[in-house]
């Protein structure tokens, strides 16, 4: 197992740095979070094992699960949809939170933390119906509105885009993201840095990463065959 995984992360990295380069950017300004959504603990070790430091999970329970082995040896990152009554579970685990789309939530986090979390704002750049995140319209007002929250710092915006080979409308969406980041960034926030962007999946993060992602979410590439 360890030697597929081990490739398949070759494989990836390798991509990586073909779209880094292509962008002119360095992948050394590229975070690849391993998804380990689908995986077993083992899988998840293997990851850590073949030089992957973050880690990304969608569940409560898987990453309570996994982070219950694991410890303190990697760097997790929650990506999913997180209902509010849940966040006390989350203290002492996470790193970085990349959904946050509601001052509902934003407001329990910063009961239960005692010190700044990295936040992505989930933003809904496609507009579908089926995706959570915030109107692109309203990211600025709402980002602005937490800055009454010590123990929230906006790191950056996070998107999912739509499931489609439509490379010019993915592109679209990406890059829709990269400015309205830029616009948040330039009004320099103490609360809101604003610098990253999540984005970019196993079927489309190539060309997030030409649109300028810092974070790219990858599963099934890394775990194929396995």
Known sequence: MINTIQDNVASV????????????RSIEDVTLIAVTKYTTVDVAKALLQSD??????????????????????AKWHFIGSLQSRKV???VGIIDMLHSLDRASLAK???????????CFVQVNVSGEQSKQ?????????????????????IVGLMTMAPLT???????????SLRQLRDEVAKKAWSHAPCSYLSMGMSNDFEIAIEEGATHVRIGSLLTEGV
């Open 133 to 153: 995140g915030i109107d692109p319209d309203n990211v600025t007002s709402f980002i602005q509105e937490l800055a009454v929250y010590e123990n929230i710092q």
């Open 13 to 24: 990295q390798t991509r990586i740095h073909h779209a880094a380069e292509r962008a002119g």
């Open 52 to 73: 992957l430091a973050d880690l990304g999970e969608n569940r409560l329970e898987g990453l309570q699960e996994k982070s219950a082995v694991i410890g303190n040896g």
């Open 108 to 118: 329990e986090i910063n009961k239960r933390w005692e010190s700044p979390l990295p």
């Open 88 to 90: 006390a579970s989350l």
């Open 165 to 175: 080979k439509d490379e010019n409308h993915l592109r679209h969406c990406f890059r």
